[in-house]
């Protein structure tokens, strides 16, 4: 059964940062992309950004990017997601995400996590 569990999601203050994990399991981790989405209340899930087995190809939302980077762990099936500079906006459920092809991963998965909540006061 595959399994992603995030983590590291919280109650900060805009400005601040946070740093998410993924622990993935009953996938071999090293044959993914891996990713990130988000979902505020009443809105659409929207990806934010995503980066290929060997962590050569990242992708990342505009709304994002110079803000939030990610990468991973293949040894310890663990993608990340550090978060600066947070804004109130970016307050929303974070989901982590896996497929084998990245370019798929820019609009959907093949498995989902849970989520983690993440809030930005302003």
């Known amino acids: 059964q595959v399994q992603l569990v995030e983590s590291g999601g919280g109650l900060v203050q805009a400005g601040d940062s946070l740093r998410l994990s993924c622990a993935a399991s009953?996938?071999?981790?090293?044959?993914?992309?891996m990713g990130w989405f988000r979902q505020a209340p009443g809105k659409e899930r929207e990806f934010v950004s995503a980066i290929s087995w060997a962590g050569v190809t990242i992708y990342y939302a505009d709304s994002v990017k110079g803000r939030f980077t990610i990468s991973r762990d293949n040894a310890k099936n663990t993608v990340y997601l550090q978060m600066n500079s947070l804004k109130p906006e970016d307050t929303a459920v974070y989901y982590c995400a896996a497929t084998k092809n990245i370019v798929r991963l820019r609009t959907t998965a093949d498995y989902w996590g849970q989520g983690t909540q993440v809030t930005v006061s302003s």
């Open positions: 009953g996938l071999t981790f090293n044959g993914y992309a």
